[in-house]
Antibody, heavy 121, light 107 residues
């Protein structure tokens, strides 16, 4: 059974930094692309970032480029999202998602439970 | 960026109704289009990928069609467990983008 467990969320002041982690199990982590998707309170889904199975070709939402960095450790089956210069508008539940293949052309068949990030003074 | 526009934004339907949700892309996304279902307080669930391929374990009353810029999600006979919000997503261009969602509730 695929399991994705996010951690690292919390309350942070504007301008601060957080690193989210997503521990994966139940599948061959190094064979699948991974993504981060967020959802602000009461709002819709917003794709944040994605990375291919081998760690190449990271992509980002325009509003987080230069502030967020996605990475993965295939030896530990962990996906990361380093978030710097956080803004109030980054407040959201952040979901880790397993892509359907090496890239993400088959959608995201598995999701974590989400971790809440609140950016506020 | 490729904009995804869903219609309607919300709809009310009865058990057994046929429900159709549409998704339009601002530029062609070929068939790199997925549909998700989300219930309050839970993570999204993949229903359809590749515009028309049913994800394993998803009931056959769900179906998807379309290519290029125009897509539809059809629920052939709405069941009580189908009341939720539905999102389309394109995985053709960067950044990946979701539609704004369609909320389906009980009439």
């Amino acid at each position: 059974e695929v399991q994705l467990l996010e951690s690292g969320g919390g309350l942070i002041q504007p301008g601060g930094s957080l690193r989210l982690s997503c521990e994966a199990s139940g599948f061959v982590f190094r064979s699948y692309g991974m993504s981060w998707v967020r959802q602000a309170p009461g709002k819709g889904l917003e794709w944040v970032s994605g990375i291919t199975a081998n760690g190449g070709s990271p992509n980002y939402l325009d509003s987080v480029k230069g502030r967020f960095s996605i990475s993965r450790d295939n030896s530990k089956s962990i996906l990361y999202l380093q978030m710097n210069s956080l803004r109030a508008e980054d407040t959201a539940v952040y979901y880790c998602a397993k892509n359907g293949n090496f890239y993400d052309t088959s959608g995201y068949p598995s999701w974590g439970q989400g971790t809440l990030v609140i950016v506020s003074s | 960026d490729i904009q995804m526009t869903q219609s309607p934004s919300s709809l009310s339907a009865s058990i057994g109704d046929r429900v159709i949700i549409t998704c339009r892309a601002s530029h062609s996304v070929s068939n790199f289009l997925s549909w998700y279902q989300q219930k309050p307080g839970t993570a999204p669930k993949l229903l359809i990928y590749g515009a028309s391929t049913l994800q394993s374990g998803v009931p056959s009353r769900f179906s998807g069609s379309g290519s290029g810029t125009d897509f539809t999600l059809t629920i052939s006979s709405l069941q009580s467990e189908d009341f939720a919000t539905y999102y389309c997503q394109q995985t053709y261009g960067a950044p990946r983008t979701f539609g704004q969602g369609t909320h389906v509730d009980l009439k």
